[in-house]
């Protein structure tokens, strides 16, 4: 939409071979596939965005059959919260990154949130600014193109 954007990426850098637990921002082009936001501190972004529950997580555990997707707790293979204290998943925006037919060890959630502060590096997300975040997101449709280029 011609509008630049500043971003914090993974602590591992941009990867072409990105493996589960490398930090790496995965390198390529992905589609954005799905929006989460938090319905407790905010309205919904979009008609097709899901709200995040309380029990709900995202399976980080390679070998299970989840893995790589959106799992309800109590769920007993690692994971990581979606709905956290702090404001990273207040809004976040999924990527294609391998999903849905997840292979295993090859990484996972790998979405678009808001940063902590600028420069803070990710486990392999792309962060962002709150106004930015939310600029895009009120912008962004199903299937829009994520470019994710090794420098």
């Known amino acids: 939409m011609g509008r630049h954007v500043p971003c914090?990426?993974?602590?591992g850098g941009i990867r072409a071979g990105k493996r589960e637990g490398d930090g790496a921002t995965?390198?390529?082009?992905?589609?954005?596939?799905?929006?989460?936001?938090?319905?407790?501190?905010l309205p919904r972004p979009r008609?097709?965005?899901?709200?995040?529950?309380?029990?709900?997580?995202?399976?980080?555990?390679s070998g299970d059959g989840a893995y790589n997707s959106r799992v309800r707790a109590p769920y007993a293979g690692s994971h990581e919260r979606l709905r956290r204290a702090d404001p990273l998943y207040d809004l976040v925006l999924l990527t294609d990154w391998?999903?849905?037919?997840?292979?295993?060890?090859r990484g996972s959630a790998i979405?678009?949130?808001?940063?902590r502060r600028p420069g803070y590096a990710t486990e392999g997300c792309i962060a962002l600014a709150r106004a930015d975040l939310h600029w895009?997101?009120?912008?962004?449709?199903l299937g829009a193109r994520l470019i994710v280029k090794v420098r």
């Not at 995965?26 to 501190?41: N, S, T």
């Open 8 to 11: 914090s990426i993974g602590k």
């Open 26 to 41: 995965p390198a390529g082009m992905h589609r954005i596939v799905g929006m989460l936001y938090r319905p407790d501190r």
């Open 47 to 61: 008609r097709w965005a899901e709200p995040i529950g309380p029990r709900d997580l995202w399976s980080d555990e």
């Open 98 to 105: 391998n999903y849905p037919m997840a292979e295993a060890g």
């Open 111 to 115: 979405f678009l949130h808001q940063w």
């Open 136 to 141: 895009i997101a009120a912008r962004v449709g």
